[in-house]
C-alpha cells in the first residue's frame, strides 16, 4: 500500500505560483507512476500531470502545458507540481495519485487527501 499526503495549497492571485507537494509511502512506491489530478466545484476530476519514476516520462494537460512542472523529490519518495503563471480556472481541489501511468482517474490506485488552490482575479 501507498499512503499520499498533499501540502502546499493557498490563496493565490492571479499570475502568481504555487507549488504543490506529496509525500509518498509504503512499499516499493518507486513501482508507481505520480500523478496529480484537480476537480472543481460541480466538475469531474480531471488530469494535471503524471510523472514515471521508472522511465522518467512526464506528461501534462493541454491547459497547463508550459505553466506547471512536476517533478519527484531526490529520494523518489515525494513528487512536486510547481504552478506558475495561475489562472482563476485553476482554482480547484488538487489530488495526489500513484498507480499506473495515465491520464485517468481509474487508472491510479492510491490517493490523496487533497489541498485547495484559489486563484483570485
Known amino acids: 500500500q501507498v499512503q499520499l499526503v498533499e501540502s502546499g495549497g493557498g490563496l493565490v492571485q492571479a499570475g502568481g505560483s504555487l507549488r504543490l507537494s506529496c509525500g509518498a509511502s509504503?512499499?516499493?512506491?518507486?513501482?508507481?507512476?505520480m500523478g496529480w489530478f484537480r476537480q472543481a466545484p460541480g466538475k469531474e476530476r480531471e488530469f494535471v500531470a503524471v510523472i514515471n519514476w521508472t522511465g522518467g516520462r512526464t506528461d501534462y494537460a493541454d491547459s497547463v502545458k508550459g505553466r506547471f512542472a512536476i517533478s519527484t523529490g531526490n529520494a523518489k519518495n515525494a513528487v512536486y507540481l510547481q504552478m506558475n503563471s495561475l489562472k482563476p480556472e485553476d482554482t480547484a481541489v488538487y489530488y495526489c495519485?500513484?498507480?499506473?501511468?495515465?491520464?485517468?482517474?481509474?487508472?491510479?490506485?492510491?490517493w490523496g487527501q487533497g489541498t485547495q488552490v484559489t486563484v483570485s482575479s
Open positions: 495519485a500513484a498507480g499506473d501511468y495515465g491520464h485517468l482517474p481509474n487508472e491510479f490506485d492510491y
Open positions: 509504503g512499499r516499493a512506491v518507486n513501482r508507481y507512476a
